[in-house]
């Protein structure tokens, strides 16, 4: 079936440093793929989106480029803040008939040190 | 406020008990999903309803039930409550069934079974 597989955290860095986020997926057909992030106490908010191959979703200076040759969607970004400590989920929209759920991967928690 | 809204936000209860969680979509979304979120599973989704209507079923026990009302609002019912559903339970809301435009949660209710 369609699955998500995101690297293990955690992952500790220090402000400024350069972050990748490893998401790779397993689907029929071609989905639609996000990043949530989850700040302490909250709920999931949308990062970013793709929803066919080669596309990039970007902001809040994250992105993350849909690649269907390595079907992977990793999420990187160049300079890291301590607001950026968080967990991240890559998360993968089903096209099937009567079923547009997200399946989740397992999270990342990311700590950023000043 | 991401503008789907979630009663109550904490919850402690026996188990054998039976609690009810509620979840009011954003203004104009009709679909509502709810997502159990716990430690040792990640989030696992568990049912979508659409305009009132069950679209999905994830892996729902049969002692939860679900259903979402007329003015859209979505009550998720625990039942015979086990300390093993402990955990954060989301909802979520789009405007489509489809969920092309994205998701939106509400920061979740956290059930403690003691």
């Known amino acids: 079936g369609n699955s998500v597989t995101q690297m293990e955290g955690p992952v500790t860095l220090s402000e400024e440093a350069f972050l990748t986020i490893n998401c790779t997926y397993t689907?029929?057909?071609?989905?639609?793929l996000f990043w949530y992030v989850q700040y302490p106490g909250e709920g999931l908010q949308l990062l970013l989106k793709a929803t066919k191959a080669d596309d990039k979703g970007s902001n809040k200076g994250f992105e993350a480029t849909y690649r269907k040759e390595t079907t992977s969607f990793h999420l990187e970004k160049g300079s890291v803040q301590v607001s950026d400590s968080a967990v991240y989920f890559c998360a993968l929209r089903h096209r099937r008939s009567n079923d547009y759920k997200l399946s989740f991967g397992a999270g990342t928690t990311v700590t950023v040190r000043a | 406020d991401s503008g789907v809204t979630q009663t109550p936000k904490h919850l402690i209860t026996a188990t054998g008990q039976r609690v009810t969680l509620r979840c009011s979509p954003r203004?104009?979304?009709?679909?509502v999903y709810w997502y159990q979120q716990s430690l040792d599973q990640g989030l696992q989704f568990l049912i979508h309803?659409?305009?009132?209507?069950?679209?999905a079923k994830g892996n729902i026990l049969e002692r939860f039930s679900a259903q979402q009302f007329p003015d859209l609002h979505s009550e998720l019912n625990l039942s015979s409550l086990e300390l093993g559903d402990s955990a954060l339970y989301f909802c979520?809301?789009?405007?489509?069934?489809?969920?092309?435009?994205?998701?939106?949660f509400g920061s979740g209710t956290r059930l403690t079974v003691v």
């Open positions: 979520a809301s789009s405007v489509s069934w489809q969920g092309e435009f994205g998701y939106t």
């Open positions: 689907a029929t057909g071609y989905p639609s």
């Open positions: 203004s104009g979304d009709l679909s």
């Open positions: 309803y659409y305009n009132g209507e069950e679209r």
